[in-house]
């Protein structure tokens, strides 16, 4: 089997790509902010279920500074790289997330270049992909970029968009033979492994908590932690699948509202704060889409090329709860 490192080690969707390569047998070591975060993610990856937790190497690294790159990459065969920041409001100045989403990746694509790793599979997002078309009937696939000039983008989509050019800009000029494929996920939910889990599953809850007393009139799209993992080890290895883009979505696009009722259907009492009715305006967070807006998404590709398949939405949507109940995380 290979030697994989993956990014990020303690955020959601790194730890069950983690958990998924522990499975498949594979040698993976990981980056954190600080050593002293190691504990948590073996905890997080025997949540899991992963075998031989406590066999993955963990090196200190930050996005921001060279240092340990090196050291981290050295004598891997592939690197997924899945660290970025998701925050739930813009911060003031965009650049406090532009400029480590595009420099850190393109500090990891150096490492792994000048170390001669085979593949990097980077993370991006549908950011970078689904706001670049203003037509309400056109579908999205991997040909689509976002216009990060287009005016009144959050900073969060403009630093996706501006990080994936980046990286497909130096591959094409500086990779020295490294290869990159690069997954666009949709909200990423599924079940949490403890408390440091994914923006998406905030809002979920939010709804089981209380803290949304309605839906916002807004609605996403889905897909599960555990087959957004599946198709970065997918990506890792096809042959085929090198200087690709490839999108990662359970379904069509849901509500807000649609995810409250899926919550109440399936939780019983965990979920009788739920929202039961639609606001008429969406306030709050930043990230979330704006109000009546649908956007249709084609994850043909994947399924054809990589013979990815994925949980529907409720499912999705359902375990995330599901596992905040289980964990003793709704407070």
Same mark, same amino acid.
Request: hydrophobic share 45%; net charge negative; with cysteine.
């Given at each position: 089997?290979?030697? @994989?490192?993956?990014?990020?080690?303690?955020?959601?969707?790194?730890?069950?790509?983690?958990?998924?390569?522990?499975?498949?047998?594979?040698?993976?070591?990981?980056?954190?902010?600080?050593?002293?975060?190691?504990?948590s993610v073996i905890e997080m990856l025997r949540t899991a279920g992963a075998p031989d937790a406590d066999s993955v190497r963990f090196f200190a690294t930050d996005l921001t500074a060279d240092d340990g790159w090196e050291e981290a990459v050295d004598c891997?065969?592939?690197?997924?790289?899945?660290?970025?920041?998701?925050?739930?409001?813009?911060?003031?100045?965009?650049?406090?997330?532009? @400029?480590?989403?595009?420099?850190?990746?393109?500090?990891?694509?150096?490492?792994?270049?000048?170390?001669?790793?085979?593949?990097?599979?980077?993370?991006?997002?549908?950011?970078?992909?689904?706001?670049?078309?203003?037509?309400?009937?056109?579908?999205?696939?991997?040909?689509?970029?976002?216009?990060?000039?287009?005016?009144?983008?959050?900073?969060?989509?403009?630093?996706?968009?501006?990080?994936?050019?980046?990286?497909?800009?130096?591959?094409?000029?500086?990779?020295?033979?490294?290869?990159?494929?690069?997954?666009?996920?949709?909200?990423?939910?599924?079940?949490?492994?403890?408390?440091?889990?994914?923006?998406?599953?905030?809002?979920?809850?939010?709804?089981?908590?209380?803290?949304?007393?309605?839906?916002?009139?807004?609605?996403?799209? @889905?897909?599960?932690?555990?087959?957004?993992?599946?198709?970065?080890?997918?990506?890792?290895?096809?042959?085929?699948?090198?200087?690709?883009?490839?999108?990662?979505?359970?379904?069509?696009?849901?509500?807000?509202?649609?995810?409250?009722?899926?919550?109440?259907a399936n939780l019983g009492h965990a979920a009788a704060k739920a929202p039961t009715e639609t606001a008429t305006e969406s306030t709050g967070a930043q990230q979330l889409p704006p109000p009546g807006m649908i956007r249709r998404i084609s994850t043909a590709?994947?399924?054809?090329?990589?013979?990815?398949?994925?949980?529907?939405?409720?499912?999705?949507?359902?375990?995330?709860?599901?596992?905040?109940?289980?964990?003793?995380?709704?407070?």
């Amino acid at each position: 089997m290979s030697k @994989v490192l993956v990014t990020g080690g303690s955020g959601f969707l790194a730890a069950h790509t983690i958990a998924r390569l522990l499975v498949d047998g594979h040698e993976v070591s990981t980056t954190v902010r600080r050593l002293d975060r190691s504990p948590s993610v073996i905890e997080m990856l025997r949540t899991a279920g992963a075998p031989d937790a406590d066999s993955v190497r963990f090196f200190a690294t930050d996005l921001t500074a060279d240092d340990g790159w090196e050291e981290a990459v050295d004598c891997q065969d592939f690197v997924l790289h899945v660290a970025s920041p998701f925050p739930a409001d813009d911060p003031e100045d965009e650049n406090e997330l532009i @400029v480590p989403a595009r420099d850190g990746a393109l500090r990891v694509l150096r490492a792994a270049s000048d170390s001669g790793v085979k593949r990097v599979v980077l993370t991006s997002s549908f950011a970078a992909i689904g706001y670049g078309a203003a037509d309400p009937e056109h579908v999205f696939d991997e040909a689509d970029w976002t216009d990060p000039d287009t005016a009144g983008l959050a900073a969060y989509i403009k630093s996706k968009a501006i990080a994936e050019r980046a990286a497909w800009d130096y591959i094409d000029q500086e990779g020295r033979g490294t290869e990159l494929t690069v997954i666009n996920p949709v909200g990423i939910f599924g079940p949490a492994l403890g408390p440091d889990f994914s923006t998406s599953i905030g809002i979920i809850k939010m709804m089981l908590d209380g803290t949304m007393a309605a839906a916002p009139p807004v609605w996403t799209n @889905v897909v599960d932690v555990r087959d957004a993992a599946d198709l970065h080890v997918r990506a890792m290895t096809a042959p085929h699948a090198a200087g690709q883009r490839y999108l990662a979505a359970a379904g069509d696009p849901i509500s807000f509202q649609e995810i409250a009722d899926a919550l109440r259907a399936n939780l019983g009492h965990a979920a009788a704060k739920a929202p039961t009715e639609t606001a008429t305006e969406s306030t709050g967070a930043q990230q979330l889409p704006p109000p009546g807006m649908i956007r249709r998404i084609s994850t043909a590709k994947a399924r054809t090329e990589l013979g990815w398949t994925s949980r529907s939405n409720e499912e999705a949507i359902v375990a995330a709860g599901e596992s905040l109940v289980r964990l003793g995380l709704l407070g």
